[in-house]
Structures are given as C-alpha cells and as structure tokens.
C-alpha cells in the first residue's frame, strides 16, 4: 500500500530539519489514515497527515535515524522505515546589543535566547551566540522590569547575523509632555522635540508639537538627558534652539519649553559714511541684503592694480567721488572693488565672506540658487530671481581687464578665498538660474557682500 517515501533537503546535516512525505494507495479506494514515529528528535508539525517536518538532533552527526510512516484503512494498517545518517550540522552565529528602546543606551545582564541557548549581555549590552544549526528560530531578550522583545531571525550556515534587540522599562522611564511656545506665549505648531544619546547624537525619540503646541515624549531612560527643541524659520523670523540637560526621576515629567523669536533682519550704520545698511540672517550666517557702497575714493576704470586698493562705479571714468556719488548707478548698484580694496573695505564687525560661506549659502537651493538670490526686479530681459532667500542680489556688473561690463545682465561677488593665482568669485547671471563659483584676477572689480563676524 506504500509506494514510496520521500525526505527533502538532501543535504544530511545534524539539527536540520527535514520534510518527509509518503506515498499510498488503497486497492478499494477507501480513506487513508497517516501517521509518523520517530525514535529521536523532534515532531515540529503535526504527525497525522501525508507530510511531516521533523527536526534532527544537533548532536545526531554521524547517527542513523529511522522515520516510520504508518498507513491504514481502519481494517488493515502498514508501515514503512526511512533511514536518516546524519553528518556535521551547518552553524552559524548571532551577536548584537540591547538597547533602551529609541535610544544607543545598552541594557547589561538581559537574557538573550536562540533556540535551547542562552546568554546575558555584558556591560555594553552586548551579546553573541556561537554554534547555532542553521535554521529559523525566535531570537528572545528579556529583564525583569522591562518589556520582552521578541523577533524571528534566521542564522545562515557559515555566517553571523548581526542583530540588535530594542526593550522599555515603564519603571525607570519618564514619560515627558508639554507646551512648547514663544516668548509671547503663543504656541508653535511643527516645532520638534527630541531626546540626544549620551554621545550627543539624536536618539530616535522625537515628537512634533500640535497646532496648540503641545508634544509628549514616552519612555526617556532616568538619568540625565539633554532635551533639543526648534522650528524652522518662518516669515522673517527665525527661533533660537532650546538646549537643556535635564535629570530624569520621575514616572511622569511636565516641561514647557520656550523657543525665542528673534528677527531675520536688521539695520546697522557704517559710522565712516552714515550709510544705513539692512542684513538677514540667511542659514548660519547673516549677510548684508544690498551691496557695499563705502567710496574713499574713484578712479577711472583703466586704472587697476593688483597690489594698491581701487574703488570704481559703473560707467564713471572720473576721479571725483561726490560727482559718482551723485550718479545712478552708485545709487542703484554701490561701489565696485579690485581684491585688495574688498579684503579691508567691510565696516567694523563685518567681513568679506569665505568662499566655504557662500557655498553654504547656495548650496541648499542647486540649481536654482540664483533664482532664489536675485532680487525681484532689475535684471535683463525679465531675468528676475524670487528672491525667497531675501539676498536681493542686483546685477551690478564689473569691471574685467579695465572695461566696465555686465550691468543689468550679470551680479558678480567676492570671496575672501585665495586659490591659484586668483580669487574664488560668485556671478548670477539673467538668463541663468544658478550661481557659477568661477576664478577671476585681483584686479578685476566686483561687487563686495559682507557677512557679520560672530
């Protein structure tokens, strides 16, 4: 009535376990009943039907097992021997660490089990399991007074798995909820909370305020903690970072933070000439909105120099600076200076920028920086920018190898960055919306941007 056994893998090796079907037929048709018997190991599924998973020992290398499949018709029952010799089982390892939950705070002496094995992590949460047989098992941590983590894994032959295993203890945890707002009382929707690591990083613990303001925090480990809180700039406004490190005790923690709103922009004086200046702050740095017209002096644009300070203004070719002051172009565009003018030229408290800092500047915004630096209006052939950075670059042109050229078509600004012979410059062009970081001779003449000092 049993026609054939089969068992899958072929591969023999102890601790594996292995799938074994029968084959039967029954001369008047009637039902089948199936059943299995093994004299070692283990039965992983049940063993009352045409298939069966066994699993072998780990200890059986080099043993013969015998597998019998019994069949009856109720009247008469048969069996049949399936003889297993098993080699050397395939092993693997798993190792990891158990953390606080959300956080790089490792949980020493936590239970970790594979299979019949067990550890206890070090120190450092820290735990690793050698020789297990290769197979699918549950990988289990657990401590008293913290939550059982559980997880299926699969150890590969020859191969570590690495693993991390994540647990809460409600009992050394406080739960942290509040308001955060503004110095005026007014709530501050989106805003972020989050907990840092001991190492400073960000742990993944993080909540985003409500439209009242309110955020909540569950599970932060007792101890000593540092709370960041922001918000992105708005408007013309920008927040002030809160910070603090806060000593975790209790169950339950109520903390209402308060981020400072502080304006984007500004005005300042340049005592030399009583010019009045605006500025934004524009990411880490603040950055005067409108070019640098401070003139000591002018000359004529066929007048240059690579060593001694010059000061020109578009399209004037005299040396007198109340005539060029008087002109439009000063009025519109500022002043034009050659390297060294521009290294000693920004008010006191104000200096050239690096070249680092206008990468900073126009890095966020790609390939639409320049659209996102220009002012609004001014530029060529409808060439305007969006200005939604508030730089309000104006293309005041320049002057290259003693010719004025570019107004209206091109912006073109110093760094305080040396290279090669020449000077790391920044240009906006009108029929452009990037910003091309090019190399340009110290006598040329350029429009001067000065970031504050801090």
């Known amino acids: 009535m049993i026609s054939d056994i089969t068992c899958t893998p072929e591969k023999r090796n102890a601790g594996t376990i292995f799938t074994l079907s029968v084959s039967a037929t029954d001369e008047d048709g009637d039902w089948l009943k199936y059943g299995w018997m093994a004299d070692s190991g283990n039965f992983t599924s049940v063993t009352v039907g045409k298939e069966v998973k066994w699993k072998s020992p780990v200890t059986g290398a080099g043993q013969t097992f015998v597998i019998t499949a019994l069949v009856s018709d109720a009247e008469d029952e048969v069996s049949r021997q399936f003889q297993l010799q098993l080699g050397e089982p395939e092993l693997g390892r798993v190792e990891g660490v158990v953390y606080f939950a959300n956080f790089t705070i490792p949980i020493p002496e936590a239970n970790v089990t594979v299979g019949d094995r067990q550890v206890i992590t070090d120190g450092r949460g820290f735990f690793s399991i050698p020789a297990i047989p290769a197979g699918k098992y549950t990988l289990k941590a657990a401590k008293q007074e913290y939550s059982t983590y559980t997880a299926l894994i699969e150890i590969l032959p020859n191969n570590t798995l690495v693993t991390k295993a994540e647990m809460i203890s409600v009992n050394h945890a406080t739960k942290l909820s509040g308001i955060v707002a503004d110095q005026d ?108 017209s401070y003139l000591p002096r002018v000359s004529p644009s066929d007048k240059t120099s690579f060593m001694e300070s010059f000061f020109y203004v578009y399209d004037y070719q005299g040396t007198n600076k109340d005539e060029a002051r008087a002109t439009e172009n000063y009025q519109e565009y500022g002043v034009l200076y050659n390297y060294t003018a521009a290294m000693e030229i920004c008010p006191s408290g104000w200096r050239l920028p690096y070249r680092s800092e206008w990468l900073a500047l126009i890095n966020p ?25 508030g730089f309000s670059a104006i293309p005041g042109g320049m002057i290259y190898k003693g010719m004025f050229s570019g107004k209206g078509d091109e912006a073109v600004f110093w760094s305080s960055t040396y290279a090669y012979s020449n000077v790391y410059d920044f240009v906006l062009f009108y029929d452009h919306d990037g910003v091309l970081a090019s190399l340009t001779d110290e006598d040329n003449a350029l429009s001067v941007r000065c970031v504050r000092e801090k």
């Open 185 to 292: 009382g007014q709530p501050l929707e989106y805003a972020e909370v989050v907990v840092l690591n001991p190492d400073g990083s960000e742990s993944k613990l993080k909540s985003i305020a409500s439209a009242t303001g309110f955020y909540k925090l569950w599970y932060i480990p007792h101890g000593k903690m540092t709370i960041v809180a922001r918000r992105a700039s708005v408007d013309d406004f920008y927040f002030v970072e809160f910070n603090e490190k806060i000593d975790f005790q209790e169950i339950e923690t109520q903390l209402d933070i308060t981020l400072h709103k502080m304006s984007l922009n500004g005005e300042f004086t340049d005592v030399r000439d009583q010019h009045v200046y605006k500025y934004r702050t524009i990411g880490k740095e603040t950055w005067m909105t409108e070019n640098l």
């Open 365 to 389: 915004y790609g390939s639409l920086a320049g659209l996102k630096l220009k002012s609004k209006s001014g530029w060529s052939n409808h060439g305007n920018g969006d200005n939604a950075t």
